[in-house]
């Protein structure tokens, strides 16, 4: 009887285990036909470990993605595994990744995961996540923690508390350049900057959608060391599922762009996916009154490091950053 039991649990739990490793598995040869944002096909080792991390560049940005943690990680075990770093399509486009990849050189090969194909291949649905494969099959998937106790790291020392990037001017960095003629000039990783608080702010002049031109250096003489400048960095393809609440923080806003007459509102408007007539059909949607620009290419967005919408950066009378962040205020 006992033996008749212990055999019904077991072949319960193979069925059970079954569609999971037949998922990892069609993951894997799913794996195999992908290719770089350079439009490389993936070259997957078969003599090392191979590590997939799923990211969100926009975490990234901030200093607290994926590459940031697995920079943690032993050396011992980073410089034994081939990563291969994935981002599912997700509000992002292949030119972002492209300029991503700019920033983070450190960060390669990239995948592009269209239609989150590979992330719900491995049963995942959000970032960060990590499989680890070994000769073809997966013998590792889970988050960050599950991959620290997989690596028995949790409480371990070895758990190394490293720079999560390489800076540019390494001579880690230099010794993977082909040589060259001491006039040429050596192409190099372009460092990210985010202005932080106290920096000074990035001067621009713009024209807005009214056809009005601002900018900064005027209204820090409109403001006579007495009235700040807010900048509010929104996006007009408000309402999507990405942007939950949108509608509730740009009615907000606009009240108090229209209560608040202590500081000089300007809206920037991203210009990823649409042109400016979107951009004026969004702004008469809402009823926003502020001078709003559309930002062609997201030269502002880049230029005071904001990768997140809505976001608020506010300007002192002395041009300087007095507060960055997603919070309304």
């Known amino acids: 009887m006992k033996i008749s039991t212990f055999l019904f649990t077991f072949s319960v739990l193979i069925c059970l285990l079954a569609p999971a490793v037949s998922q990892a598995e069609s993951g894997v040869a799913l794996l195999e036909r992908q290719q770089t944002i350079s439009g490389q096909p993936l070259d997957i080792s078969d003599e090392e470990r191979t590590h997939l991390v799923f990211l969100d560049i926009w975490t990234s940005y901030a200093g607290e993605g994926a590459d940031a943690f697995v920079g943690r990680l032993p050396e011992s075990f980073r410089q034994t595994t081939q990563q291969i770093w994935i981002q599912p399509e997700f509000n992002v486009t292949l030119a972002q990744l492209q300029e991503f990849q700019g920033y983070f050189p450190q960060v390669a090969p990239i995948v592009l995961d269209n239609q989150q194909q590979l992330l719900k291949a491995f049963g995942f649905w ?75 702010a990035p001067v621009f002049e713009r024209e807005t959608l009214t056809g009005q031109t601002v900018s900064l250096t005027a209204l820090m003489t409109k403001a006579k060391d007495k009235q700040p400048v807010s900048l509010f960095f929104i996006d007009a393809l408000c309402p999507m599922p990405h942007f939950p609440g949108c509608e509730d923080k740009l009615a907000k806003w606009q009240q108090q762009v229209e ?71």
């Open 126 to 200: 959000q970032t960060p996540a990590h499989v680890l494969i070994e000769q073809g099959k997966v013998v590792f998937s889970g988050d960050n923690d599950a991959l620290l106790a997989y690596l028995n790291l949790e409480q371990d020392a070895a758990y190394e508390l490293e720079a999560a990037s390489v800076p540019a001017e390494t001579d880690a960095w230099k010794t993977l350049q082909p040589p060259v003629e001491s006039e040429q000039l050596v192409k190099k990783p372009v460092p990210y900057l985010v202005p932080k608080l106290g920096d000074t």
């Open 259 to 329: 209560s608040d007459t202590s500081r000089q509102w300007v809206g920037v408007i991203s210009g990823y996916y649409i042109d400016a007539g979107i951009a004026a059909g969004f702004a008469e949607k809402f009823g926003l009154t502020a001078p709003l620009i559309f930002d062609t290419e997201n030269a502002l967005y880049k230029a005071y490091g904001v990768h997140a919408t809505p976001y608020q950066i506010d300007v002192g009378p002395q041009g300087r950053i007095q507060y960055r962040g997603d919070q309304l205020r």
